[in-house]
């Protein structure tokens, strides 16, 4: 009983086929777990049925066979969650597939593939022990089909329209759940509530250890254990977690998954276009987003100089007595606005007592807010699932909005002008609560109308019914058959109420501005048209003497001007940095690359024309020539820093903050010593 499982690879077993077509797996960066072979599941567990312990850890495969009853089940014994992340980090085994060919005799052939995790902590139905798979289906040894299972359904795809990479078709484990996807993008939209991503480790099939499995080979007795790979639970479980689950070829969701595996694979739905695109969209609505904020700001900063030597800058103006008051007041607003983004915008929670969910924990049924979007979980027989998921993080695309209004203040060239700015953020936040609410009220007309088929009888008509009884929040205890009583709690969250307060100040302060504005006189100021250096005329506004600052030194001026290009072409390289690895090479050097090219491209423009300017009398392609040279010697630079970094485990931005600010006194000396030497 003490010898640990032992999968001897049979000579000559292992096709061409299996190794040929086995998956390419691109894990999310911020992945635990990875496919793990068996042995580490059963040398760490024991095997139990009533509470009473049959084999202690390690388990005997010829000891786990005979057992095949739903009440059979292994549960680690390395402790919770965390212990168990923490072993496994420090006993990290071979990336394991477990692959199966079955011939039909007709031409047709299923190859699969299975893939053990230690746990599946997805965002709902958390359980020990997960068992994931993927089958292509050929005909006349030609791929003609790939299907991904997905907890209790799949997706299928033809051949030719899955991801490749070197010929293998492409598998994207979303983070926790490790439930199988087609596309980094997948995962958020619709049913799951997934992350995938795929910017973290790619396991090819020479990484790892492909065993062949059949039920009839003596190495491979596991499979003849028909209890749960992972602990049952009981009524003092949380409602977020279930039972683990059975493994091949047992499974009792996917049950034709291995008894028929080219029968389950077709009768699993492709994908339409328009899922796919919604799938798409939500994935990189980031990217979409900080591309637009970041050109809307450029836009705005590019005027400031523009704005400055034509009729001059308004914000010392706005800065004075009778627009300083609500001035300031709306600023406070947009705060409480930005606070508000940040909690809860709307709950319903749901505490069960008695029977499978009696442990007495809060559940969400339905959670909203400006972060991560609309989540709608329910109730299913085996523990919570979710029934729709919309993550479109509304109140973070709010704040790119106030962003570019606190812009607004310095470039805005009338008290009107910006106290309309105002009135449209007021107005704005105002419609957004109150659509809000009147989403909720007609929640029974939102939700899909097959919910009943997923979650337990009562949850399709649960959610409509008590918010009709006040929509702004309430309590209701009721039973659920039986011994289990429920209580659910509803209603706006604080962040929507912050919401509402800052929108209405804002919209008042707004008016106030409007009113405070026709009695100021704005429009040309006296030193409009009349500087030659606005970074001068700033300096000596703060410095009139010199005794700070040396203004009057040209290096000095140059090198602030330096220092601005820098710190704009900074944020540029790291929207880009978060952008390229979150969204389109994942995690590594690439990204980075990417970012610095766009961002130095940036800064010569900016340099040359503006930081600079006395050298543009000589510019010549040689300049350009010296400035590439510079770049790429403080890019080695700069990556060297970097990698050294994250090799010790420092956060990848938080690594190229250090790498830049370690490079720009070497940039500008070069620049102004050498580059740009008039």
Not at 211 to 237: P, Q, V
């Amino acid at each position: 009983m003490l010898v640990a499982l032992l999968l001897i690879l049979p000579a000559g077993i292992l096709a061409s086929p299996i190794e040929e077509y086995a998956p390419v797996i691109k894990y999310n960066m911020e992945e635990t777990f990875f496919a793990t072979p068996i042995d580490f599941a059963l040398n760490n567990s024991n095997l139990i049925i009533n509470g009473t312990i049959i084999d202690g850890a390690p388990i005997e495969t010829s000891i786990m066979a005979p057992y095949s009853g739903p009440d059979y089940y292994i549960t680690t014994v390395l402790g919770d969650l965390g212990d168990i992340e923490e072993f496994y980090s420090a006993n990290t085994p071979k990336i394991t597939y477990y692959a199966r060919k079955v011939d039909y005799g007709n031409g047709t052939t299923a190859l699969q593939y299975w893939f053990y995790y230690p746990y599946d902590d997805g965002s709902v139905a958390k359980h020990e022990g997960d068992w994931e798979m993927v089958t292509f289906l050929f005909e006349n040894g030609e791929p003609v089909w790939a299907a991904y299972m997905q907890d209790n359904s799949g997706q299928r795809l033809a051949w030719d329209a899955v991801e490749k990479q070197n010929g293998n078709p492409v598998l994207y484990p979303a983070k926790g759940s490790h439930t199988s996807y087609f596309h980094s993008y997948n995962g958020q939209f619709g049913l799951r509530n997934d992350e995938v991503a795929g910017n973290g480790d790619v396991i090819s099939p020479e990484k790892a250890e492909i065993f062949f499995i059949e039920e009839d080979n003596a190495s491979n007795k596991w499979l003849l254990y028909g209890g749960r790979w992972g602990k049952i639970l009981n009524d003092t479980s949380p409602l977020s977690e279930v039972s683990g689950p059975f493994g091949p070829p047992h499974i009792i969701t996917n049950k034709d998954a291995w008894d028929d595996p080219a029968g389950w694979a077709m009768e699993q739905k492709v994908p339409s276009a328009q899922y796919e695109f919604w799938n798409w969209f939500l994935y990189n609505l980031w990217l979409f987003f900080l591309i637009f904020l970041s050109a809307v700001c450029a836009w705005k900063l590019y005027h400031i100089p523009k704005i400055y030597y034509t009729i001059g800058l308004q914000v010392d103006l706005f800065f004075s007595n009778p627009f300083k008051k609500p001035l300031v007041i709306g600023i406070i607003a947009m705060a409480v606005l930005l606070l508000g983004v940040g909690l809860s915008w709307y709950d319903v929670s749901i505490n069960i007592t008695g029977g499978r969910y009696g442990a007495g924990e809060s559940a969400h049924l339905v959670s909203f807010g400006g972060i991560n979007g609309l989540s709608v979980n329910g109730l299913g027989e085996t523990g919570m699932v979710t029934v729709f998921n919309f993550p479109i993080p509304f109140g973070l695309i709010f704040i790119g909005f106030l962003v570019v209004m606190l812009l607004d203040v310095v470039v805005a060239k009338s008290g009107q002008i910006l106290s309309r700015h105002f009135l449209s953020v007021g107005v704005l936040s105002i419609i957004i609560f109150l659509l809000i609410i009147s989403v909720f009220s007609s929640l029974e007309v939102i939700l899909p109308a097959d919910s009943n088929s997923m979650v337990l009888d009562f949850e399709a008509d649960l959610i409509p019914e008590i918010l009709s009884k006040g929509v702004f929040g309430g309590t209701e205890s009721m039973s659920l058959g039986g011994q289990i009583n429920a209580t659910v709690n509803w209603g706006v969250g604080i962040g929507m109420y912050l919401f509402l307060l800052g929108g209405i100040v804002c919209l008042a302060s707004g008016i106030f501005m409007h009113r405070a504005a026709g009695k100021m006189k704005f429009g040309k100021r006296p030193y409009a048209g009349q500087s030659k250096d606005m970074i001068v005329d700033m300096v000596k506004a703060v410095d009139p003497e010199c005794k700070y600052f040396n203004w009057k030194n040209h290096d000095f001026i140059k090198f602030v001007k330096y220092g601005l290009v820098s710190l704009f072409a900074s944020i540029l390289n790291l929207i880009l940095l978060y952008a390229f690895t979150n969204f389109v090479f994942g995690s590594g050097l690439t990204p980075l690359f990417f970012s610095l090219l766009c961002s130095t491209v940036f800064s010569y423009a900016l340099n040359h024309s503006w930081g600079f300017s006395d050298a543009r009398l000589n510019s010549n392609g040689r300049m350009f020539a010296k400035y590439v040279a510079l770049n790429v010697a403080t890019f080695a630079l700069n990556m060297g820093i970097f990698s050294v970094l994250l090799s010790w485990d420092v956060n990848y931005l938080l690594s190229e903050v250090v790498a830049m600010l370690l490079v720009f006194g070497v940039n500008f000396i070069g620049s102004h010593k050498w580059v740009f030497k008039t």
